[in-house]
Structure formats: structure tokens, C-alpha cells
Nanobody
Framework: QVQLVESGGGLVQTGGSLRLSCAAS????????MGWFRQAPGKEREFVAG????????DYADSVKGRFTISRDNAKNAVYLQMNSLKPEDTAVYYC???????????????WGQGTQVTVSS
């Protein structure tokens, strides 16, 4: 089993940057593809970015492509989301999640963190 804990959220102005971190427990972290999802009030949870077990392949939602970067450090059991050029529409609770394979469907991820709030002011 893997436990995930996100950190790094907060309040930032439009155009600013934040770096989210997700710390994983357990020795099997490198066996999982990892994803970041977000959920804004009144909206469904949506895929943001994903990364394969080795970190060699990444995937991004069109809405964040070119602004967000996902990375991982298997030695530290951590995955990161660098968010630049933030917009008010990026405001949401951000979750990291673990899956067997890289994908965009939340139902394929079986371990989830508790989420961290990101608020972008205009």
C-alpha cells in the first residue's frame, strides 16, 4: 500500500508560480505511475499531468501544457508539479495519485492523497 501526502499549495497572484510536492510512503513507489488531478468547486475532478514509473514519459492536459511540469524522484519517493504562469482558472484542490500505468482516467488510480488547495487571485 502507498500513502500519499501533498504539500506546497497556497495563495498566489495571476502569473505567479507554485511547486507542489507529493511524498509517498513505502518501498514500492517506483512501481507506480503517478498523476496530478485537480477539482474546482462545483466541477468534476480532472487530469492535470502524469508521469511513468521511470519518469521517461509525461502527459499533460491541454489547459496546462507549456505552463506545468511534472517530475519525480524515485530515490526520495516524491513527485512534483511545477506550476508557472498561473491563472485564476487553475484554482482548485490538487491531488496526487498512483496507478499501475500512466493514464488520464481517475478511476484507474487507486491511491490518492488528501489534496492541497491552490488559489490564484486575479
Amino acid at each position: 500500500q502507498v500513502q500519499l501526502v501533498e504539500s506546497g499549495g497556497g495563495l498566489v497572484q495571476t502569473g505567479g508560480s507554485l511547486r507542489l510536492s507529493c511524498a509517498a510512503s513505502g518501498r514500492t513507489f517506483s512501481m507506480y505511475a503517478m498523476g496530478w488531478f485537480r477539482q474546482a468547486p462545483g466541477k468534476e475532478r480532472e487530469f492535470v499531468a502524469g508521469i511513468t514509473r521511470s519518469g521517461s514519459i509525461t502527459d499533460y492536459a491541454d489547459s496546462v501544457k507549456g505552463r506545468f511540469t511534472i517530475s519525480r524522484d524515485n530515490a526520495k519517493n516524491a513527485v512534483y508539479l511545477q506550476m508557472n504562469s498561473l491563472k485564476p482558472e487553475d484554482t482548485a484542490v490538487y491531488y496526487c495519485a498512483a496507478s499501475r500505468d500512466l493514464g488520464r482516467i481517475s478511476d484507474t488510480y487507486f491511491y490518492w492523497g488528501q489534496g492541497t488547495q491552490v488559489t490564484v487571485s486575479s
